[in-house]
């Protein structure tokens, strides 16, 4: 929901006040479930700031993050291992703040390297709370000192560069979260992960034409701590399996032909059979072929459905990138619809959300899904279009104008600083058809656009957006299995279209939905690191869209026969 802009500036004038300043106590409980890594970064929070507070410019802001990732690997191509790995690290990530919320540290340098988040440092694996604090205090020392030197520069750039057109504060206060959760363990036998591979990577291994070809199982459970000067205490511990099979042939021309097949699950158990693994790599296969004699694709406006995961993927780059909240204050960014709080975006009949709370659409398991973000907020649904109508931004503790508050999308990667980042995308309408009727859409188009024939984006292999005002604000969705549907409802694959665009002119050309939602659970990759995020959409029927032809290797088919091949 916008926050109205009539309540932002008691906000502001509340936070440059003393109201913000650290209000940790070690007196603060521990969660029933804390280990002592919660306890440690407690007692050392408190001891910094303790420290700190007679310096010139004292932080007002502290916070601590360490992950711990425990990860199990294995990887295999053509029916043989070629990885298999175990481990368990830690990181800190340190956030320190001085100046004031409505200007410190943070605040972007214009014209300049504003410099990262400080990068991630190893911690100790072992519960040792001596061990922990040694590596706190020392990290702590060193950011302070280099945040204290940034602001004279955060300063000074103020002062020689124009007014900001969008005032407000650099950082917004926040109820602390005490939550505490224990953390997952689950026993995997690494030596059957690296039979499924193996079982998984070496149908290919009888098809010479395929050039490349691995299974990759990744099972990991991440263990998150957070503590900060407001008093929150957060210790989440979430699980992730992913299992990964990847193929490529080339064609004549030296056109690169991929497909993939991902799979996601909380728990290793919850991953699909083997069976139904391997019914899906004999289709990669069927489809590798066929990809090698397809018809290249020409350049091409016209109608087109993109399948449900095509559409989420399409809906994560066009829309999800553009109402990250952190966008609309950057001078850089094309900030496409930082104006449009309130106007129609698309058909009345569609509804947009992110809600990283989801965990699961049917049997299919969620891979955004994340119960606090990284600065300590607790996750929420956030509405983006109701009614068709654009209603609001993701938020992370970034304020921008009229939106004074985070909404729980302050994400990151370790290492880098938090920005406001997708969760899981979510696309629905009020009037959806059958996949058949929205076929029979797409062919009256045809006919009325006198198009020789339309398109069908059934998969993809993900995709990019361009976001800033140096270059054309736009997006590449790279789709992997493409249709031409000729007026007589015959269907055709083709190769090497890329579907390209840009955001408000793709946008008014949605006109449909079909029944069948699809679901994309991927990794982003933004400012803030890789994260992992999903996208649901039903197929949806644009109007117009537009192909380019993708790019294309100059390198020549081997020269040598496979090995053990009869030609």
């Not at 997006?475 to 007026?487: A, D, H, K």
């Amino acid at each position: 929901m916008r926050i109205p802009l009539n309540i932002l500036a008691p906000c502001l004038l509340a936070l440059a006040g003393a109201g913000f300043a650290p209000n940790f106590t070690a007196a603060a409980g521990l969660p029933t479930a804390a280990t002592p890594v919660l306890g440690a970064m407690q007692a050392e929070l408190s001891r910094s700031l303790a420290a700190l507070k007679s310096e010139p410019t004292p932080p007002y802001f502290l916070s601590y993050e360490i992950t711990e990732t425990q990860r199990i690997g294995v990887g295999s191509s053509f029916g043989a291992l070629v990885s298999s790995s175990e481990n368990t690290s830690r990181v800190l990530d340190i956030d320190l703040r001085v100046g004031s919320p409505v200007l410190d540290n943070t605040h972007a340098i214009r014209g300049g390297f504003s410099g990262g988040g400080g990068g991630a440092t190893a911690i100790p694996i072992e519960d040792s709370p001596d061990a922990i604090r040694a590596t706190l205090w020392y990290q702590t020392d060193r950011r302070f000192k280099a945040a204290v030197e940034q602001l004279t520069r955060v300063r000074t750039n103020v002062q020689v560069k124009v007014e900001e057109e969008d005032k407000s504060a650099d950082f917004c206060a926040e109820p602390a979260q005490v939550h505490a959760e224990k953390p997952v363990a689950f026993a995997v036998d690494r030596r059957a992960l690296e039979e499924k591979v193996r079982r998984f990577s070496a149908p290919f291994a009888a098809h010479p034409r395929i050039y490349a070809a691995q299974a990759a199982i990744s099972i990991g459970i991440e263990t998150r701590w957070y503590a900060n000067s407001e008093g929150a205490l957060i210790q989440t511990s979430q699980p992730a399996c992913r299992l990964v099979i990847s193929a490529a042939t080339k064609a004549d021309d030296g056109m690169d032909l991929p497909r993939f097949e991902t799979y996601f699950a909380s728990r290793p158990e919850q991953l699909p059979s083997d069976e139904k693994v391997l019914a899906d790599v004999k289709k990669i296969i069927t489809d590798l072929e066929a990809l090698r004699t397809a018809p290249l694709v020409d350049p091409y406006t016209g109608p087109a459905i993109l399948s449900g995961r095509a559409a989420g993927v399409f809906f994560h780059e066009v829309f999800g990138h553009r109402v990250e909240g952190h966008r609309q204050k950057r001078a850089e960014e094309g900030q496409t619809f930082k104006k449009m709080l309130g106007q129609k975006l698309l058909p009345e009949t569609f509804t947009v959300y992110c809600d990283p709370t989801l965990t699961r659409l049917g049997a299919t398991e969620l891979g955004g899904h994340y119960r606090y973000d990284n600065q300590g907020v607790k996750a929420r649904r956030v509405p983006l279009i109701e009614g068709g109508t654009f209603t609001g931004f993701l938020m992370a503790r970034i304020p921008i104008d009229g939106f004074p508050a985070s909404n729980g999308h302050g994400r990151k990667a370790a290492g880098a600083s938090v920005v406001s980042r997708q969760s899981i995308l979510v696309v629905e309408t009020a009037k959806a058809v059958s996949p058949a009727a929205l076929k029979q859409e797409l062919l009256k188009l045809v006919a009325e656009q006198k198009k020789p024939y339309g398109l069908i984006f059934d998969d993809i292999e993900g995709g990019f957006a361009i976001t800033g005002r140096s270059s054309p604000n736009a997006f590449n969705v790279r789709p992997i299995m493409v249709y031409r549907v000729f007026p007589d409802g015959r269907e055709e694959l083709v190769r090497g279209a890329d579907f390209i665009g840009t955001p408000l002119s793709a946008f008014s050309k949605i006109a449909a939905a079909d029944d069948q939602p699809g679901i994309f659970n991927g990794i982003c990759g933004a400012e803030s690191g890789w994260v992992p995020v999903s996208a649901v959409s039903p197929s949806l029927l644009l109007t117009q869209v537009e192909v380019q032809k993708k790019e294309k290797s100059q390198e020549r088919l081997p020269l040598l026969p496979a090995p053990g091949s009869k030609s």
